[in-house]
């Protein structure tokens, strides 16, 4: 079956660079690099590399714990961080600096991961999430290179696709050094496909901490805010903006600031574009310039203040989850103590939504009018705020401590 795979891949791959050049125009990066998407990754030096892949944005910053311990426990070696986006990779240069290698995670195809694993020549490879890559995964084992994936999860829709290629799926699990679950749902949907005696650890995003400065930047927003009752509508998705216009523009709340953060910057112009289409009043923040009586919408058009955005917002929304889309995390949210609302689709995040919602961190809306509705409510209910703000830190605080679960896995196979 890998063989059809192979052969699969190769009937896209002129399809891929299409695609690339299309994604290109309105975000040129797409456009970079690309030799390393056939393999050709940076020449590394001798010495042992770790080798870990996060795909885009989300991954990266989970992965920020996990890259800290790393490099307590193997100062000597050469990190290599690999992504599939942009996005992605901008998020690990601006996460971690030039102390570590970048580069794009090659095509599925034997050529070019072996042009990689030969420039590369990483000791240890460690992929984020649900990264089930068959042939990088069985050429790592040809050369007796241990594979483990983290912080894994699998929703039961995505079980259900894998199933279908289960004599793909099933050897390249199988073949893991080692696999760490988020839950007990994801070990078992996993162990299911192939995975051998996979452990939850739980999630490595619990661990991840506001960056440096989030305070500082939190006040300049408040500020800049000018004393409004800020609703945050984070990480949204497409599709999303034009609810939110639809319904909580008018909600008869005083000095309401809707406070609008796109998933991907790529997006930003995009929902200026209907912002201005509506004739909306609206600051965005790249501009600088201060939130007046008459603003209506705040467009927070900068990358890796999404922590300060919760700080300073009343309440918050989390995207992806009006629409179904699966839903984007919620931990950050809860841990800066903001109050957290979330539609019905959160497949993604299912446990830790369901988690937070029990935990009074969190309620689940059903509908755009009711997402409107529960702002309101809690806007006249400032000692509710205040209960889902402290119940957000208990829950976070609660579940921390995946990376010290991740690296006892990790340790018997760390470079010495």
């Known amino acids: 079956m890998r063989v059809v795979y192979t052969l699969l891949w190769w009937l896209l791959l002129p399809v891929m660079f299409l695609y690339l050049r299309w994604r290109g125009r309105k975000q040129p990066e797409y ?8 393999g050709w990754a940076p020449v590394l030096p001798p010495g042992p590399v770790i080798w870990l892949h996060t795909v885009s944005v989300g991954e990266t910053r989970a992965a920020a714990p996990l890259v800290r311990a790393l490099r307590a426990a193997c100062p000597e070696a050469t990190l290599l961080l690999s992504h599939t986006t942009p996005t992605g990779r901008a998020t690990g240069r601006e996460l971690f600096g030039p102390d570590l290698v970048q580069a794009y995670l090659p095509y599925d195809l034997p050529n070019a991961i072996d042009r990689f694993l030969d420039r590369a020549h990483p000791d240890l490879c460690i992929f984020l999430e649900t990264e089930i890559w ?63 005696a996979p452990q939850v650890t739980g999630n490595l995003k619990f661990d991840v901490t506001a960056p440096p400065g989030t305070e500082t930047r939190a006040a300049e ?51 200026a574009s209907l912002l201005e289409s509506r004739g909306v009043d609206t600051v965005r923040r790249s501009t600088g310039a201060q939130v007046n009586h008459d603003t209506e919408v705040f467009l927070g058009d900068s990358l890796g ?6 700080a300073a917002a009343d309440v918050a929304f989390v995207g992806g989850s009006l629409l179904p889309l699966g839903g984007q995390n ?8 903001c109050p957290v609302l979330i539609g ?25 009018e009711d997402l409107a509705r529960q702002v ?3 806007y006249r209910d400032p000692a509710l705020r205040a209960a889902m703000s402290a119940a957000g830190r208990d829950f976070s605080a609660a579940h921390k401590g995946a990376t010290d679960k991740v690296m006892a896995m990790l340790q018997p196979a760390l470079p010495r």
């Not at 456009?31 to 056939?38: A, G, K, N, T, V």
């Not at 050429?139 to 894994?152: E, G, K, M």
Request: hydrophobic letters at 50%; glycine letters at 6%; a positive charge.
């Open 344 to 368: 019905p689709h959160t497949w993604n995040f299912l446990e830790a939504a369901e988690q937070a919602v029990a935990a009074g961190a969190a309620r689940r809306v059903s509908d755009p």
């Open 221 to 271: 927003l408040r500020a800049q805010f000018a004393g409004r009752f800020v609703f945050l509508a984070a990480s949204t998705r497409e599709g999303e903006e034009k609810l939110l216009l639809d319904t909580c523009l008018e909600l008869g709340v005083p000095e309401l600031l809707l406070v609008i953060v796109p998933r991907h910057p790529q997006r930003f112009d995009e929902v």
């Open 376 to 378: 309101k409510a809690l």
């Open 305 to 310: 203040e999404l922590a300060a955005y919760y």
């Open 31 to 38: 456009r970079q690099h690309w030799r390393e998407r056939l």
């Open 134 to 196: 068959p042939n990088l995964y069985a050429r790592c084992a040809a050369r007796r290179c241990p594979v483990f994936l983290v912080n894994a999860r699998l929703s039961e829709r995505s079980a259900r696709g894998y199933r279908r290629v289960a004599g793909l799926i099933r050897p390249a699990l199988a073949s893991l050094a080692g696999l760490a679950a988020q839950t007990e749902a994801d070990a078992t949907r996993l162990a299911a496909l192939g995975a051998r």
């Open 330 to 337: 919620l931990i950050e949210a809860a841990d800066m103590g």
